[in-house]
């Protein structure tokens, strides 16, 4: 170990001018204690240590975290280097616990190692699920979602509302509606007892996957307990998506949805149809993991500390209405077309993955061979951590960085603004679901922004400390209040909205079913509404304030 020590010293020595040395690693804090390396160097915000340590040692550096090799990287040019010309070499990822016990044993698409496999998971994700044909066909839902959140909001006006909790359930109904056609969260869910399996699961594996597990590091150091909660963890998950594939299964067999319609495991069930050896039951249920984990809490952050920041600088909030005012204007809701139009709005979600980018380091790649980094040798297998975070908030790279100024981004060259900004990275490994995100968001945040007014609580501005981690969280939820603006009351009174306080779901065979629990006045609004629109076959029965009724109509016209 001490003579391991001494080489390295050797090697990040600088070149002499006067002995031809080969080419050196990167240079290194000098102090690097047997067994731990430079891990007791770290603090948390890990991003933020990360920071100080190449503002000290230079932009290109390389740690070593108990028996990993680690390459920081806190340059754009630099990080540009690493996702063009080494690309193909540092598109392998760590083989790190979590990846073991929640990514199908590192086979999953976040997890697997580059090459024919993860090729062909990444081209079913990018044509199956996240095309942009897919992601237009799913537009309705993602809106009758953010209804769903507005509906919500606009009966608690006035009243002090969880933003953290509304938004991180938006994202999961509706990345669980384009999975398997559920939503969990709600007052109106179809299954309660399933969706209470499902919170559970989730919450257990929120909190698993922001932990920074030690013996990834020291594997000296036995994680037993962490691993036995991984274990669990996984048990669990894995019967409740196999519960589902079987459900959908049967949904398909009685073929009853069009193609427009199909969920994402009906889509990945068709292909197992043809090529049962490679669509298993465990690549689909990887993929549901993946889309799931990496789309929601990432998503839902940034509308979080989005609207944090409106609410500290009530001017942008201001400018953001006056756009949407006037290209939408007090008659419709925004929707996901308009979002190209509204250049303001755009630089404001550009601005907050500026300043709190949800994977502040991206996820970390491992190198394959062998490669050359800003001039230093890099050794094969070295782990790699782009510091998005410090690139995008250093003062070198951006004026008054910690400025929020959405301003900053009009007229941006390209959407990296020349790899200075990458929250979604750059290159094999970049983020497939960035134009997912960037529609969720900005309907969600363009919603917000047209029907309230916003408060915040007491007089204090917004609290925007991090919590300690790999990602990038809010440590105090997001509290505010809110109430309809005046000029969009004649919205909220308009059925469309009314209608979404009624749930919308895929029934057995096919059926649309509608639940809900809701007054007099509302279901009669509803028996109007099928009427009006002729629905044909139709069944309503009325059990006091609750009903279901079954149409054999797409009813996805009713909001339009
Ligand atoms: C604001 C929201 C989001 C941000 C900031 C974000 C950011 C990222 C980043 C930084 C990476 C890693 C890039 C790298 O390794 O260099 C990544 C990977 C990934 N993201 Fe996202 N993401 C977001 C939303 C989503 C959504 C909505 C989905 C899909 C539903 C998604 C799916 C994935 C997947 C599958 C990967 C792994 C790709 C691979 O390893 O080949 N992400 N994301």
């Given amino acids: 170990m001490i003579t391991r020590h001494l080489l390295d010293k050797i090697q990040t020595l600088p070149p002499s001018p006067f002995l031809s040395l080969p080419i050196t690693l990167p240079p290194s804090p000098f102090l690097s204690l047997p067994i731990i390396g430079h891990l007791y160097l770290f603090k948390k915000p890990i991003y933020r240590t990360l920071s100080n340590i190449s503002n ?29 010309k080494n690309d193909v070499v540092f598109a392998n990822r760590p083989r790190l616990l979590i990846g073991k016990h929640l990514g199908y044993n590192c086979t999953n698409l976040f997890w697997a190692s580059y090459g024919d496999h993860w090729r062909n998971l990444r081209k079913i994700v990018s044509i199956e699920v996240l095309s942009a044909y897919r992601l237009q066909m799913l537009s309705a839902t993602h809106l009758e979602e953010v209804k769903w959140m507005i509906g919500g909001l606009y009966r608690n006006q006035n009243q002090v509302v969880d933003m953290k909790k509304a938004f991180l359930e938006l994202t999961l109904n509706i990345i669980m509606r384009m999975i398997a056609g559920k939503r969990y969260y709600g007052d109106d869910v179809s299954d309660v007892e399933q969706a209470q399996r499902f919170r559970a699961i989730h919450a257990e594996m929120y909190t698993l996957i922001g932990q920074t597990i030690i013996g990834d590091y020291v594997p000296w150091i036995k994680s037993r307990k962490m691993e036995k909660r991984l274990i669990e963890c996984r048990v669990k998950r894995d019967s409740f998506m196999q519960c589902l594939i079987e459900e959908q299964r049967r949904v398909l067999e009685s073929d009853s949805c069009g193609e427009r319609k199909r969920t994402m495991i009906q889509v990945l069930l068709s292909l197992q149809e043809t090529e049962p050896e490679y669509y298993t039951d465990d690549i689909i249920k990887g993929l549901m993991l993946v889309l799931l984990f990496a789309g929601t809490d990432t998503s839902s952050s940034i509308m979080e500390w989005a609207l944090s920041l409106l609410l500290n600088h009530s001017e942008v909030l201001l400018k953001a209405q006056k756009e949407i005012d006037e290209y939408i204007g007090p008659d419709r809701l925004i929707d996901e077309a308009d979002l190209a139009q509204l250049p303001y709005l755009r630089s404001i979600i550009n601005e907050t993955l500026r300043m709190y980018p949800p994977a502040p380091l991206l996820v970390p790649h491992e190198s394959s061979e062998e490669c050359l980094v800003g001039g230093f040798r890099i050794p094969c297998g070295t782990m790699l951590f782009v510091n998005m975070w410090a690139i995008q908030n250093d003062p070198k790279i951006w004026l008054d960085p910690k400025k929020f100024r959405p301003e900053r981004f009009n007229g941006l060259k390209g959407a990296r603004d020349g790899f200075r900004l990458m929250p979604f990275g750059y290159g094999r490994r970049s983020c497939p679901g960035e134009g997912l995100a960037l529609r969720m968001v900005g309907l969600a945040l363009g919603s917000l922004i047209q029907c309230f007014e916003w408060q915040k609580m007491g007089d204090k501005s917004v609290d925007m400390t991090e919590r300690p981690g790999f990602t990038m969280a809010k440590a105090q939820p997001l509290k505010a209040i809110c109430r309809p603006r005046p000029s969009m009351l004649k919205l909220f009174s308009q059925p469309s909205l009314v209608f979404v306080t009624f749930w919308w779901g895929l029934g057995a065979g096919g059926d649309m079913q509608c639940h809900a629990s809701t007054s007099e006045a509302s279901f009669s609004l509803l028996s109007v509404y099928l009427d009006l629109l002729d629905m044909g076959d139709k069944k309503h029965s009325k059990k006091g304030v609750d009903f279901t009724v079954e149409i054999h109509t797409l009813c996805y016209s009713l909001n339009h």
């Fill in 56 to 84: 000290r040692y230079g932009l290109v550096v390389l740690l070593r975290l108990g028996s990993r090799r680690v390459l920081v990287v806190s340059s754009p040019s630099i990080a540009e280097e690493c996702f063009t």
